[in-house]
């Protein structure tokens, strides 16, 4: 199907639309659809409004609560747990990262511990939200209940797909901010693919059989290339990236972001929540010298130095290509697959919402 190009404001307005008619209150719809829109624009379209069925779907499945607030049930001057009761990540989420750069202004250091959250999404927002505070922040992230990805020498699925992120604050600059998934595609981007978009590497999936393949039915069963897709009809898993390493990093997500938190590690027949560890530290108290900012500008144009090799035109920086796509897709639009955009207008008039299209 052809890709459509919507105006990032008017996707944005949709989806705060399609959120408030299904019962979530004004602030909350408003910050689902900029921060799924913001995964649009960073060109993370595995994140952003494809994700709006699936949401709503949740929520009418009661697995996910409209204006649910988190509480916190630990709390000493470095330490938070926070219980998101199964309300949307984008509320959730926020207010952790707010407790702990709280803490980390406090004390210089901290850690959050995020439990049964709902989606949280791209993970380096969170890790944006520190650094535009002066913060250093590193996430160990899971889901559990959601199952998918195999350990490295095998094919059946154990862990989620776990992201892990880093975020650094740069001077006078855009932080540096490593964001992925430790399965080799996420699982969205399967999804977006099998939708008739961007298409995802030929060895992102494993069967029974040891096959590496981009074959959607691995994870989806047979799909109709309309219509819901059941993570648990297929008979194959998601690959972790980097053989053993990827593997290893996709254990230590389930057990920091997972076991520590209380959220749960990956575990068929559990409910979807997403489980965050984050520790956050203040460069200002680690550095009182102030030779952190100058060191990471001169190591980061050293990295960026760094002659290109075909096929890549120049060295990139994490963050970079994000930054990028956000500039052309604000300035041009959001590219959608024509399945996704009918999806998205068929999910605002299930929940009451008339559209012009
Ligand atoms: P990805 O494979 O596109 O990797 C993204 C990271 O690599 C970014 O930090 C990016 O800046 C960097 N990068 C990309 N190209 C680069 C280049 N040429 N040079 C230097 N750096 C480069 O991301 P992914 O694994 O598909 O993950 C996508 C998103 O999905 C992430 O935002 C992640 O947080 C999110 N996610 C969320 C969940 C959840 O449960 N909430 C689960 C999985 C993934």
Redesign the pocket.
Known sequence: MDALLIPAARLQNLVRDIFQSAGCPADEAERIALYLVK?NL?G?D??GVVRVQRYIQMKNDGLIHAGREATVVVDTPVIAVVDGQFGF?QTVAPRAVEIGIAKCKAMGLSAVALRNAG??????DWAEMAAVEGLVSVHF???AG?VLVAPFGSFERRF????Y?VGVPVHDGEPV?????T?L?????VLVASQGGKPIPGDALIGPDGRRSDDAALLYGDYRSTGKRDIKAGNGALRT?GDHKGSGLALMCELLGGALTGNACATPGRPFA?GMLSIYIDPKVLDPEGMFPPEVARYLDFVKGAKAAPP?TE????????ARTRVRRLAEGVPLPAETWELLLQTASSVGLEVQR
């Not at 595609?185 to 981007?189: D, N, Y």
């Open positions: 995964a960073a993370h595995s994140h990540g989606h949280i999404g791209r993970v380096a992230v899971n889901a959601s989620s797909t776990a992201p992120c901010v490593l964001d992925f998934a399965s595609v996420a699982e969205g981007k990236f997403n890549a060295t990139l920086l994490p963050g970079e290509p994000e």
